[in-house]
């Protein structure tokens, strides 16, 4: 089980327009492009970052939907930081194994709940080529 790198962090806001002015005016950073998910319930916003990785910064437009619930339980801050690894399904079973509750395992990313670490979901994805 290796984390191999970061890969990007979410931040959830209320108003994406507000979002997008924060970390585009006052931190200097350049909006890569802005795109809505339907399935998660969500419309999005890209800022690369100058040393790799990036930070998307995410406001619901579905308040039943997870950054939905979230905004609402916990307000606005950091919803997900997310690391390569280099194998999922291995560092999911370990991480299972020392008592961490997973979502959605099985598949090409795995979830870690907020609820083992302290409050921030953790997004694991395999290592890219």
Known sequence: MAMTGFDHLVVRVSDL????????DALGL?????DES?????????????NGGFIEVV???DPNGAVGRALEGRGEGIHTIAFE???VAETAAAM??????????????VFVHPK?????LLQLSAKSE
Not at 18 to 24: D, F, L, P, V
Not at 38 to 50: R, S, T, V
Not at 99 to 106: C, H, M, S, T, Y
């Open 17 to 24: 327009d507000e979002g997008i002015a924060t970390y585009r």
């Open 85 to 87: 690894v280099d194998d």
């Open 116 to 120: 083992s670490t302290h409050g921030i």
């Open 30 to 34: 350049t909006l890569d492009r802005t």
């Open 59 to 61: 406001a619901p437009t």
């Open 96 to 109: 299972r194994e020392a008592g961490a509750r997973l979502i959605g395992e099985g598949g090409p990313q």
């Open 38 to 50: 339907e399935a998660l319930g969500i419309k999005q916003a890209f800022f690369n970052l100058p």
